[in-house]
């Protein structure tokens, strides 16, 4: 059983996706997965499997409003925080959150 699921997550590695909507009620999150590897430089291992495993389980990025995950610098926020290499949310939710349907 062990196997089999293990083959099955190897079989899906193969293919990086292009974006990933994360559903959320303060508006869809469309995450660019493409954009991101090659503003790491092709860097997997930036992400995978340290903060991301690949698996579709939750991200763990939405508690107290992302303040969590900036505090411990995990999932989004090993990036996304102030002093990190991209913009932190205070002040940016429009930047990830699409507002009435359309990505901004
Ligand atoms: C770097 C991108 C990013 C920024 C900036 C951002 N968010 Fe998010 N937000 C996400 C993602 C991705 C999720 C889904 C996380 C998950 O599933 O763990 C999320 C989820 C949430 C949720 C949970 C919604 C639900 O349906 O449970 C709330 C509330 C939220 N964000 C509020 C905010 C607020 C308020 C701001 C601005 C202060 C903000 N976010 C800025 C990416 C972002
Ligand atoms: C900047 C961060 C980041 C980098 C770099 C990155 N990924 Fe990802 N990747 C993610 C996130 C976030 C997810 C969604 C959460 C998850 O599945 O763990 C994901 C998911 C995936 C998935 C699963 C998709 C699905 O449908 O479940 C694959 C396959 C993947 N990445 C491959 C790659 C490959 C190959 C590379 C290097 C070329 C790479 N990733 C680099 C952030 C990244
Ligand atoms: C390894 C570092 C890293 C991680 C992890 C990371 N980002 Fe980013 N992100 C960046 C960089 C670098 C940029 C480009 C610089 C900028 O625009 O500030 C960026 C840009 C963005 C942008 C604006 C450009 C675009 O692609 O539309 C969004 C939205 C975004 N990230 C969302 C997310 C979400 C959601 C997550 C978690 C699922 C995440 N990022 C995880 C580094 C990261």
Request: net charge positive; with cysteine; glycine share 8%.
């Amino acid at each position: 059983m062990w196997t089999l699921t293990g083959v099955f997550l190897w079989a899906q590695a193969q293919k990086a996706p292009d974006t990933i909507v994360f559903k959320a009620k303060m508006g869809d999150v469309t995450y660019t997965h493409k954009k991101h590897v090659d503003a790491v430089k092709g860097d997997c291992k930036a992400c995978h499997d340290k903060l991301f495993p690949q698996s579709k389980a939750p991200i763990n990025f939405k508690a107290a409003m992302h303040k969590k995950a900036e505090a411990a610098k995990s999932s989004c926020a090993a990036c996304h925080v102030a002093g990190g290499t991209s913009f932190a949310s205070k002040g940016n939710c429009q930047k990830c959150h699409e507002k009435g349907g359309a990505k901004g």
